[in-house]
């Protein structure tokens, strides 16, 4: 039988065979397609690859001064600390010595009130003896 003909079971080989080349032939058409589109998202990933790279660089030079600074401040805070560290002893020592100084005055105070009333009673005992000199009285 030759192979152009056509048989009641179907299509011959050559057909067959033409039919097969054709499907080859789209499939390497849809290959060719599928290989350009990859060409061009390959590009395209390079190209976000070199960008990200890029940022990354930006980034990690800012990170660094940035941390550049930070430690700066760190520095600045330490000192800060410790001026307020020896402020507040300061104000501590202080607060100390207006106390002493408050409870120093309250006792000259006290002593001065002390001494008063006695003065006061002397003066008031020397003004009851002057007076009863003056008016000829015998002391009590």
Not at 20 to 28: G, N, S, V, Y
Not at 102 to 120: G, H, L, T, V
């Amino acid at each position: 039988m030759p192979a152009e003909s056509h048989n009641q079971d179907g299509p011959s080989r050559l057909d067959r065979m033409e039919r097969l080349l054709d499907l080859l032939i789209q499939d390497h058409g849809k290959f060719r397609e599928d290989h350009e589109d990859f060409r061009q998202d390959h590009r395209q990933l390079l190209t976000a690859q070199v960008l990200l790279t890029g940022s990354m660089k930006n980034l990690t030079l800012s990170v660094e001064k940035l941390a550049g600074h930070v430690e700066w401040q760190d520095g600045r805070i330490d000192k800060l600390t410790e001026t307020l560290d020896k402020v507040v002893e300061i104000q501590a020592e202080s607060q100390k010595q207006i106390l002493e100084s408050q409870r120093q005055i309250a006792a000259s105070r006290k002593e001065s009130a002390e001494s008063r009333k006695e003065f006061d009673e002397r003066l008031n005992a020397l003004i009851n003896i002057v007076d009863d000199l003056i008016r000829k009285r015998p002391p009590q």
